[in-house]
């Protein structure tokens, strides 16, 4: 079975960091687009970041660019988000995926003073 375990979220202050984890199994990590989205309550699922091994290729987007930074270990099959100069607009629950299998459990960032 396809498992990809988020977590990391929190509650921080506006300007803060936090990192996320995502633990994948079940599936030939190396081979898949992995990546990050989000959901706040009341609004539009958000692609956040992706990323791919086969040409390195990184995505995020411009609400997150310069801030967040993704990072995968094919070796560990984890996926991680580093999240740096958060602000209360970060705030909503972080799912990681797999491009084309599904995602798991999300985790909630609170960012709030």
């Known amino acids: 079975d396809v498992q990809l375990q988020a977590s990391g979220g929190g509650l921080v202050q506006p300007g803060g960091s936090l990192t996320l984890t995502c633990a994948a199994s079940?599936?030939?990590?190396?081979?898949?687009?992995v990546g990050w989205f989000r959901q706040a309550p009341g609004k539009r699922r958000e692609g956040v970041s992706c990323t791919r091994s086969s040409d390195n290729i990184t995505y995020y987007s411009d609400s997150v660019k310069g801030r967040f930074t993704i990072s995968r270990d094919n070796a560990k099959n984890t996926l991680d988000l580093q999240m740096n100069s958060l602000k209360p607009e970060d705030t909503a629950v972080y799912y990681c995926?797999?491009?084309?299998?599904?995602w798991g459990q999300g985790t909630q960032v609170t960012v709030s003073s």
């Open positions: 995926y797999a491009n084309r299998l599904g």
């Open positions: 079940g599936f030939t990590f190396d081979d898949y687009a």
